[in-house]
């Protein structure tokens, strides 16, 4: 009702104010799409705040994700989603959230590895643009992987074999199309986004891989983004 009549007004710009927080779920992703093609229908610029990153991800044409009234990144959803500027942005967008394993970088022959308890990660050539990684070899840094990227299938452990590590398993979700894998892997907590055909029980102790080219690195101490 609210809506309709601001709409009669014909205002150059709406205001939205978490307007589904007190929907239910369904009735809420009902509205996201009436919302969207009311947009696209009046051609006008809303704009929309929301705690829920979903909503923000669905809707939004650009993000300005903030924090403490601070603006930390101001982009399309596809690039926070893929490059996020900091920690705080990495943490937020996405469900679940991006996995932040504290780690040393080390360099081994000309070989950038994330090492960790007994585990070594090596980096790809392609996250060192211009050498970048050459001024953290030695320091704790954060390694950013999410969950769809953690893999237990045995194609991808054979062809990422220089980044496995063993896991204890915690908890399963499943989720009917996909399962959630909460693991424990010495002081790191990981979660991967797995295929239901997946065995894996809590209990076991499972062996995992990262897609290293979708690896981010933050400073630790910063938390600002290295590389993505």
């Known amino acids: ?23 239910d779920a369904k009735l809420r992703a009902q509205m996201r799409t ?5 947009h696209a229908k009046l051609g006008t610029t809303f704009i929309y705040v929301t705690h829920d990153q979903t909503e923000a991800m ?5 993000i300005v994700v903030m924090k403490d009234g601070l603006k930390m990144q101001e982009d399309t959803p596809q690039n926070l989603y893929d490059k996020p ?30 090492e960790y308890g007994d ?22 840094l954060l390694l950013g992987i999410r969950p769809e990227h953690v893999r237990d299938e045995p194609a991808y452990l054979q062809r990422y074999a220089d980044s496995v590590i063993t896991a204890s398993v915690e908890v ?4 009917g199309n996909e399962i959630f894998l909460y693991l424990s ?44």
Do not use: W
């Open 1 to 23: 009702v609210a809506l309709g009549r601001a709409i009669v007004r014909e205002p150059k710009v709406f205001l939205f104010d978490e307007p589904l927080s007190n929907l």
């Open 172 to 175: 399963t979700e499943l989720m």
């Open 119 to 140: 585990f070594a990660i090596k980096i790809p050539e392609s996250k060192n643009p211009d050498g970048i990684l050459d001024g953290y070899v030695g320091k704790d």
């Open 185 to 228: 892997s010495y002081d790191n907590s990981v979660v991967a986004r797995v295929s239901p055909t997946s065995t894996a029980k809590a209990g076991d102790a499972l062996s995992v891989c990262f897609i290293t080219e979708k690896i981010h690195l933050f400073d630790k101490e910063t938390e600002l983004t290295i590389v993505n």
């Open 34 to 38: 009436e919302i969207k093609k009311l």
């Open 58 to 62: 669905t809707m939004g044409d650009r």
């Open 85 to 114: 500027g900091n920690v705080f942005v990495a943490g937020f967008i996405g469900t679940p959230q991006m996995n932040m394993l504290s780690v040393r970088l080390a360099k081994r022959g000309g070989e950038f590895f994330a």
